[in-house]
């Protein structure tokens, strides 16, 4: 594209569209490379979402992108089913390439590619995610009911996971390669409280069980060694997340987790037309709202920014 662009937003979701829909109102044109995999971003992998703002009777996850990205696009937002592959960041004016090699500049970028869940990192976690292993609770409890389910982690999320898991439940065993929870003590108190909980100190995954689907862990006791297997009919990985920052890794700065550092309650990044919104900033609510309000920020510092320059 020989046109310089005043906005160019990478990545989607909650954050990506808002900020198009602010960016697209006020005349800036963006355009949004949502991701040729990722597009719409966490929500469209969960069910009924209840918490968000305006819908009474709850709404899918799915259908509130799909709203979100109707709203963008009928403000003129450009939108592109594609990735961003390359970045330049330096200078006035920003280089990026996407994956089938067109380039785009632009004098301000957005970037919102969210985050994904860390995974074990077995080969069969990978084989069998949709038969049986899952990293959301909310989007995959309920096939699992009145069955013996495990969750491998040890902090909130983890327990979180857990807590909401034993509505459906038989039981709920929760595996941590420590003898303690990482978790806040009072989402460690009220696991231990829950009958359904169960605890196995000192494990971890080192295999998921089955064929077509799971039937059970292999677990390696962190102490001594020895490998035992229990049957499960579910595996639900809490172990973290990991934001999307790959690409801009050694160009803008990160915390020791890989998240982008902003200027104070700003989106600003430590480069000068630069703003990062969502989950890939956001390692604390991690929430659909916060997202949305995230990227309504970005936009208004990049239409702030455009007009001092």
Known sequence: MSEIRDVVIVGSGPAGY???????????????????VTAGGALMNTTEVENFPGFIDGVMGPDLMDS????????????????????????????????????????????AMGSAYREIGLVNEKRLSGHGVSWCATCDGFFFRDQEIAVVGGGDSAVEEAMFLTKFASKVVLIHRRDSLRASKIMA??????????FMWNNEVIDVLGEAKVTGLKLRNTIDGSQSERSFAALFVAIGHIPRSELIATQITLNSEGYVEVEGRSTRTNISGVFACGDLVDHTYRQAITAAGSGCQAALDAEKFLAHH
């Open 18 to 36: 808002t900020a198009a829909i602010y960016a697209s109102r006020a005349q800036l044109n963006p355009i949004i490379y949502e991701g040729s």
């Open 68 to 111: 979100m990205r109707k709203q963008a696009k009928r403000f003129g937002t450009e939108l592109i089913t594609d990735d961003i592959v390359k970045m330049d960041l330096s200078g006035e004016i920003k280089t990026l390439v996407d994956g089938s090699g067109n380039t785009v500049k632009a004098r301000s970028i957005i970037l």
């Open 189 to 198: 108190d009220r696991a231990a409280a829950n009958p359904k909980i169960e």
